[in-house]
């Protein structure tokens, strides 16, 4: 047995539901924060396999997704130019800007290239100095280390012809701009085991007493969601709020000292714009004033960036939870993988790409689709 099949035994997972069944009496509203607890929800049907007192609302945890359109846009217009090569990692290059993605400044000549590590934009500028080489360092607490680790790098090492268009944004802020919008339905949250297993869980009493919802750190794998909705759906049935660690064997309370003294060296805490969402007061990270020298965006002046979202595209109310993507009339249809209208359509984390992907078109699943062990 290889093993990840023991967090997706069908016999387990048969029992977690079970239980979820017999506990929960009343209707209750769940958050999932994370894309890839979203694209495991909608892969192995668990949705469609809880009881119908138990909704799943998928929440803004594709950091592609909310990386802001003015972003893109300001990545496009530096990849565009003949002395930079333009690093990224795969899954931005179909995101698409006001009127064109980075796929098409390659086309039109620009050096775009796709790299798996930071350090691997930083090699390629020592071996190109009369180049400038540009990194787009997006993501969570979860991408964010090694990015900063990087910067470090190159400043130790004097490498001058490198720098990083950053957009890192921070997920306890997001919780809180969901809790205090008025349209908000969420009764819990399914914390991101991975943001958590950098960032430790310091940060989430204090959101768990103010709003009085349960936040439960829950893993990636069929039996970790549903492990994390039993714990949640027993607490909501108790009356109780409190931070519960159901992916002990990733996570410790503490996070990783290290990747965070890391982070606090390079970056520091701003207001950040999430695409479709808006500006979240302390939710992002910038270079520190240590390293700003090698911010993209001081580098390059690119400033005065003019913005359009196609007007049919509704993937901010998507990414607030508002709608699920199949109720969006360009699903499916104007908006396809080959011609997204909105990242949550092309990005690997993306909840239309998991609707788009697993089939999930508006009509119900049979029972081989709705599996949990699919």
């Known amino acids: 047995m290889k093993y990840i099949d023991e967090f997706?035994?069908?016999?387990?997972?048969?029992?977690?539901?079970?239980?979820?069944?017999?506990?929960?009496?009343?209707?209750?509203?769940?958050?999932?924060?994370?894309?890839?607890?979203?694209?495991?929800?909608?892969?192995?049907?668990?949705?469609?396999?809880?009881?119908?007192?138990?909704?799943?609302?998928?929440?803004?945890?594709?950091?592609?997704?909310?990386?802001?359109?003015?972003?893109?846009?300001?990545?496009?217009?530096?990849?565009?130019?003949?002395?930079?090569?333009?690093?990224?990692?795969?899954?931005?290059?179909?995101?698409?800007?006001?009127?064109?993605?980075?796929?098409?400044?390659?086309?039109?000549?620009?050096?775009?290239?796709?790299?798996?590590?930071?350090?691997?934009?930083?090699?390629?500028?020592?071996?190109?100095?009369?180049?400038?080489?540009?990194?787009?360092?997006?993501?969570?607490?979860?991408?964010?280390?090694?990015?900063?680790?990087?910067?470090?790098?190159?400043?130790?090492?004097?490498?001058?012809?490198?720098?990083?268009?950053?957009?890192?944004?921070?997920?306890?802020?997001?919780?809180?701009?969901?809790?205090?919008?008025?349209?908000?339905?969420?009764?819990?949250?399914?914390?991101?085991?991975?943001?958590?297993?950098?960032?430790?869980?310091?940060?989430?009493?204090?959101?768990?007493?103010?709003?009085?919802?349960?936040?439960?750190?829950?893993?990636f794998e069929p039996l970790d969601i549903l492990e994390g909705i039993r714990r949640t759906v027993r607490q909501l049935e108790r009356g109780e709020h409190t931070v519960d660690n159901a992916y002990p064997r990733a996570v410790r309370s503490e996070g990783n000292p290290a990747a965070q003294a890391m982070l606090a060296d390079v970056f520091e805490v701003t207001d950040r714009a999430w695409r479709g969402i808006g500006t979240i007061p302390a939710s992002g990270w910038r270079l520190s004033e240590r390293y700003r020298d090698y911010d993209a965006e001081h580098r390059f002046s690119v400033d005065g960036i003019a913005t359009r979202e196609p007007a049919a595209c509704r993937s901010g109310e998507v990414l607030q939870g508002l709608i699920k993507p199949h109720e969006c009339e360009a699903f499916g249809t104007t908006c396809t993988p080959r011609t997204p209208l909105g990242a949550t359509m092309v990005s690997s984390e993306g909840a239309c790409a998991a609707y788009y992907l697993y089939r999930r078109l508006g009509t119900p699943p049979t029972p081989l689709e709705a599996s949990p062990v699919a």
């Open 8 to 219: 997706q035994d069908p016999e387990l997972a048969r029992r977690l539901l079970d239980d979820i069944r017999a506990t929960a009496t009343r209707p209750w509203a769940l958050m999932e924060v994370c894309g890839g607890q979203t694209h495991t929800i909608i892969r192995h049907g668990i949705d469609q396999l809880l009881p119908e007192q138990v909704e799943l609302i998928h929440g803004p945890g594709c950091p592609v997704c909310v990386t802001p359109l003015e972003v893109i846009d300001k990545a496009l217009e530096i990849a565009s130019r003949p002395d930079v090569i333009f690093c990224s990692f795969g899954d931005m290059l179909r995101v698409p800007g006001s009127d064109r993605d980075l796929f098409q400044v390659r086309g039109e000549g620009g050096d775009v290239r796709v790299v798996y590590s930071p350090l691997d934009a930083l090699k390629t500028a020592q071996q190109n100095p009369d180049r400038e080489v540009v990194f787009f360092g997006i993501g969570f607490e979860t991408t964010a280390p090694p990015n900063a680790m990087t910067v470090h790098q190159a400043r130790r090492l004097g490498i001058r012809n490198f720098s990083m268009l950053v957009s890192h944004v921070r997920v306890p802020p997001a919780i809180e701009a969901i809790m205090t919008s008025p349209s908000c339905r969420v009764q819990a949250f399914l914390a991101a085991g991975h943001v958590c297993s950098v960032m430790g869980m310091a940060e989430y009493p204090a959101l768990a007493e103010r709003f009085r919802v349960p936040i439960v750190v829950t893993g």
